[in-house]
């Protein structure tokens, strides 16, 4: 059935404009994605984030990959796309850098034979130091060097932001209806679909209207997981929306609790044709979301890591896993805090429990070294940890045997290609010691090692809530509320800049959500 909100014939997907033999559109790819915290002293360097250009952008996606779905949509103009693992903010020379190769490129490319369209791939939760809203001052600089015509589509992460410049310079803005994020790729082509969409309409019809709320709300991720209520309704309610007449796309930004910043807080977007439904229905979602803030609860059940440890040793269930939330290196935890690791060794009840616990993990680059150089099977005595993040914790001594010692070449790392990741086995706990920073979700991360999660009594995981092959692992588990970068207690970390009043900062405030139109035409300012 063909969508009223496009003109006949041009469904969603369907490409009509390009598959009839009309010319394929001309298209830019480039970004910057990382998700950082402002309350960690890690920095995330240009080198962390890993750019790819040209055909290693294509050959990242599979939907626009040679032989992908969407490979002959569009002449593909791959210029620069930086992305990486949740961390820190980015050095304001490095981001200036990144920010001037795309501006330059896409410049250029529009210069030789104009642009009819961008995939700007954001995260939205991205920080320079010194910055405020990097993502908007990216897409207005893009906007800038490329002018108003060019139509401009981004997929972002659901726990990004959208600050009202980011969404004036874009033209189609959608995220992730998933948490945990199983269909971050299908966002991604979603993004792509949309432009390719409105680029087969003619040129006066291609912009839509966007409708934006702002809902005074600011929460971690652990507390909107879409596997438990209400954020399970609320994104039901989103993707209902989205399939509306009249309507491009639905959308809900959960928001970035770990950076302070003005534009950290939930926001509502409803893209379209008719200016009208989308008013009225970001307004509604943004009415639900605030009559349901209050019924927001943690994934799991929460208790602090000496709570954590009994629960874990009375369990008669294994694997029982404990999230070390405090220092989530998916979230933009330093990773190498180590004041969960230095209680966990110390515990007498784990000692005498005579339970197996492996810990994941501890980046340093020197101690995974000098492990891997003693080599498996050898005693080694060493202080691993705290090199970035030493606020709460000095190193940690390990002594014990090393069992394993890995050169790996794939992995969700800091560095690339690969990383070295160890295990030391002190008494009952076994930690991996690795090069570089990187969080462990996969079955298979643990197997490489030699462990086999399934058989281990309790695994204690720098995460907040489980991925999926994890969450199916975990015969039970339990969210500590530890410290660190991402503290889930927010109020503990400080912010000073937040919208105010701003829940949970502030209870008991009134709010009456109300959806704005934001300028859809021009260059933004």
Request: overall charge negative; glycine content about 10%.
């Amino acid at each position: 059935m063909v969508r009223t909100s496009r003109l006949a014939g041009v469904g969603c997907g369907t490409l009509s404009g390009v598959s009839t033999g009309a010319r394929r559109p001309r298209v830019g790819i480039a970004g910057i994605s990382l998700e950082a915290s402002t309350f960690s002293p890690a920095l995330t360097t240009t080198g962390m984030l890993a750019p790819k250009r040209g055909q290693e952008i294509l050959d990242a996606r599979p939907f626009w990959a040679t032989g992908g779905s969407l490979a002959e949509a569009a002449d593909w103009v791959p210029v620069m796309q930086a992305r990486g693992i949740p961390g820190g903010a980015i050095p304001l020379d490095d981001y200036l850098s990144m920010k001037a190769e795309i501006v330059s490129g896409l410049a250029a490319a529009h210069a030789e034979r104009p642009l009819d369209g961008i995939v700007l791939d954001l995260h939205g939760a991205a920080s320079a130091v010194g910055l405020d809203d990097l993502e908007g001052d990216l897409a207005v600089a893009v906007r800038e060097a490329v002018g108003g015509d060019v139509l401009i589509s981004t997929g972002m992460d659901l726990h990004g932001n959208v600050s009202p410049r980011l969404a004036e310079a874009l033209d189609l803005l959608t995220c992730y209806r998933m948490a945990p994020h199983e269909d971050w790729l299908e966002t991604k082509e979603r993004a792509v679909r949309h432009l390719l969409d409105r680029l087969a309409l003619p040129a006066e019809a291609r912009k839509p209207a966007k409708a934006w709320a702002m809902v005074p709300v600011l929460l971690p991720g652990e507390k909107t997981s879409t596997r438990l209520e209400p954020a399970a309704t609320l994104y039901r309610r989103v993707a209902e929306v989205a399939e509306l007449d009249g309507v491009v796309d639905a959308a809900y930004w959960v928001g970035y609790p770990w950076a302070d910043e003005p534009r950290n807080h939930a926001v509502v977007m409803v893209t379209g044709d008719s200016a009208e439904i989308c008013l009225r229905e970001c307004t509604a979602l943004a009415e639900e979301i605030w009559k349901r803030h209050e019924e927001f609860e943690f994934v799991a059940p929460t208790a602090s890591l000496e709570e954590a440890i009994g629960l874990a040793v009375a369990s008669p269930l294994t694997p029982y896993v404990i999230s070390d939330s405090g220092d989530n290196p998916t979230a933009g935890g330093a990773g190498d805090v180590t004041w969960s690791l230095a209680r966990l060794l110390e515990d007498e009840r784990l000692r005498r429990s005579g339970k197996r616990l492996v810990y994941a993990s501890i980046p340093d680059a020197g101690a995974a070294e000098a492990i891997a150089r003693a080599g498996v099977g050898a005693h080694v005595d060493v202080e691993v940890g705290a090199r970035v993040d030493s606020r709460l914790e000095a190193p940690v001594r390990l002594v014990g045997e090393v069992l394993a010692v890995v050169e790996t070449t794939e992995g969700y790392a800091d560095t690339a290609p690969g990383n070295l990741e160890t295990v030391v086995r002190v008494g009952c706990v076994d930690v991996i010691v690795t090069r570089a920073r990187r969080p462990y979700h996969l079955e298979s991360d643990f197997t490489t090692l030699g462990i086999s999660p399934r058989e281990v009594d309790v695994l204690v995981v720098k995460i907040g809530y489980l991925e999926p092959e994890l969450f199916e692992i975990a015969a039970d588990w339990v969210l500590a509320l530890t410290r660190g970068g991402v503290d889930q207690d927010l109020l503990r970390l400080g912010h000073r800049r937040i919208q105010r009043p701003m829940y949970p900062f502030d209870t008991g405030f009134t709010f009456t959500p109300s959806a704005v139109l934001v300028p859809t035409s021009g260059t933004a300012r």
